[in-house]
């Protein structure tokens, strides 16, 4: 597996309530980094975290592998959603060429309650899921049949290129695969 640089995270309370097991964020600038995939294409994805926050401030990033400079660049992004309702999550897949739109999770998990949330790309079907708490949320059709190429680093908890969009709570078994769960 790939293992992610910790900056300025903190350790607290796991959804068990074992401490020391979750990772903390402040909603201003910290985050885990993964280095970029080198020369791995993905041709479906799924990321998978358990979250917990209360705060509504809008496009709190959950993982984002992109650089707010570079439009052009292939992305895969999940984030706390100011693109849909206050609180609800959202993904989007970009192939670089055009952007496709967010799907917005009609469910909120904004709540102060433990969420698992679980985001997916098919290339094959072209479908893009969100699924939350193991049940499927929302899914709809991409037009994105090429695989992906995610040049720049992975954040976990924020965006490269928007200081304002950081995440405020708790992230705790972060996973990312180079498939699509079912």
């Known amino acids: 597996g790939n293992d992610g ?24 600038s910290n985050r885990i980094e993964i280095k970029p995939f080198d020369s791995q294409a993905f041709s479906s994805i799924t990321f998978s975290a358990w979250i917990c926050t209360q705060d509504k401030r809008p496009a709190m990033h959950i993982f984002a592998n992109f650089n707010r400079g570079d439009r052009s660049a292939q992305r895969f992004h999940v984030l706390l959603s100011g693109i849909g309702p206050a609180g609800h999550c959202a993904v989007q897949v970009d192939d670089g060429v055009g952007s496709q739109p967010y799907l917005v999770a009609n469910k909120s998990t904004s ?17 893009l899921s969100i699924y939350l708490d193991g049940e499927q949320d929302a899914s709809r059709d991409v037009s994105i049949k090429s695989s992906l190429n995610l040049k720049y680093p992975i954040w976990i908890g924020g965006q490269n290129g ?9 992230i705790d ?3 990312i695969y180079n498939r699509a769960l079912s």
Do not use: C, M, N, P
């Open 111 to 127: 709540d102060k309650q433990w969420h698992q949330i679980i985001a997916t790309w098919d290339s094959i079907d072209g479908t």
């Open 173 to 175: 078994d972060i996973r």
């Open 5 to 28: 640089e910790v900056k300025g995270v903190t350790l607290s309370e796991d959804r068990h309530g074992e401490g020391g097991k979750t990772y903390e964020f402040d909603g201003e």
């Open 162 to 170: 928007f200081g304002d969009r950081h995440f405020k709570g708790q």
